[in-house]
């Protein structure tokens, strides 16, 4: 039995058996602080905020019942650390991206971005209507979390490069920054694939250690600071069409609260994703026109490097078939996304290609 089985077997093991043995959880009562590590520096654009939402507005709506303490990345536990600190009890909830724990289980993927997967609508109409939370909520029960949605980068650029890509040979052996299966992705076209957080990936750009880098969007990138070591950055990808973020709390905790508090932190989580996508749309239009004045080379990669991305990727979900669960996110969230795709592009699609030929 490989690990994953065994922990989704303990899991829901040790689910059924509380329930057997206890008619309703014990509430605590009174006030209490609990933890929120994530994966983000203090200050990152869009993402820290989300994080912070998040907090402000649960000890906000529970009127100081709840208060939350959010550390930001390396202030109690690493970037990459903070599912293992919650599943432990080291610490209460994190907010982050949940494709950094691929290694815990490739699952997780879909609850921030796949390539050549959903937009930020799609993923938003698979969550809350065609059964993505609840799928969310079955791959938590394995590692003793509770999780939401809770932020919306939009679809991310394709990042900054040293040099222009003209054809997919010009990935191998390129040292670049990416996450998740689309990371997984370009390292099959020869990248040498880094996985590092936010708030190093300047330092490692700018030094050598990479050569080209993934972050968010023109907003977000801009403010990282990207725009000062290369100039070269395209502005679509195939890795991140509509990024999720979660935020996740150690399951006992959670239904140690009181049910008018987990429903706090459902709709804290659910209004921070709305209010984070906005955030993200809203700024990226005007920090991609300061880039271009800035003397930023905006680019669009050749058909022939999107084709490499798209046979890619679809290798990379083939080899995690064999696992059970991911198989049934995959079927899922693809099914869905179909089925939002074909309305959207007959409509609202169809409308702004037109919107933009009538008002130039």
């Not at 490989?2 to 059924?16: I, K, Y």
């Not at 919650?86 to 971005?113: E, I, L, N, R």
């Not at 968010?216 to 973020?245: C, N, R, V």
């Not at 935020?247 to 006992?252: D, G, K, P, Y």
Request: aromatic share 10%; hydrophobic share 40%.
């Amino acid at each position: 039995m490989d690990r994953r089985s065994f922990l989704r077997t303990s899991a829901l093991g040790g689910t059924a058996a509380a329930a057997s043995t206890l008619a309703a959880p014990a509430y605590a009562q009174g006030k209490r602080t609990l933890t929120l590590v994530t994966t983000w520096g203090r200050g990152l654009a869009g993402v820290h905020d989300s994080a912070q939402r998040c907090a402000d507005s649960i000890t906000a709506m529970t009127d100081g019942q709840l208060t939350i303490d959010l550390k930001a990345a390396g202030e109690l536990v690493g970037a990459f650390e903070v599912f293992d600190a919650v599943t432990s009890g080291q610490a209460d909830m994190y907010h982050g991206a949940d494709y950094y724990f691929v290694g815990q289980h490739p699952g997780y993927a879909f609850f921030t971005s796949v390539p050549f997967g959903m937009t930020a609508q799609e993923l938003a109409n698979w969550y809350y209507q065609d059964g993505g939370h609840e799928l969310h909520d079955e791959l938590g029960q394995i590692f003793g979390l509770k999780s939401f949605l809770a932020g919306n980068t939009g679809a991310q650029a394709g990042g900054w490069f040293k040099k222009e890509i003209t054809g997919p040979e010009d990935f191998n052996g390129l040292k670049f920054r990416m996450p998740g299966l689309g990371g997984k992705a370009l390292g099959k076209l020869g990248a040498s694939v880094q996985n590092l957080p936010g708030g190093e990936v300047y330092q490692a750009l700018a030094s050598g250690a990479i050569d080209g880098t993934e972050w968010i969007g023109p907003w977000a990138d801009e403010k990282a600071g990207f725009q000062e070591i290369t100039k070269t950055y395209y502005t679509a990808g195939f890795h991140e069409p509509g990024a999720g973020l979660s935020l996740a709390t150690n399951r006992e905790v959670f239904e140690s609260l009181s049910p008018a508090h987990q429903k706090v932190i459902e709709i804290a989580s659910g209004e921070a994703h709305q209010h984070n996508l906005s955030q993200f749309l809203a700024n990226n239009g005007a920090a991609l026109q300061r880039l271009q004045a800035s003397g930023v080379k905006i680019l669009e990669f050749p058909d022939s490097v999107w084709d490499a991305f798209g046979k890619a990727s679809m290798e990379v979900h083939a080899e995690n078939m064999g696992d059970e669960l991911y198989k049934k996110i995959y079927d899922s969230a693809m099914t869905s996304m179909k089925s939002s795709s074909a309305w959207l592009n007959k409509s609202s699609g169809a409308y702004t290609a037109q919107r933009d030929r009538v008002l130039g």
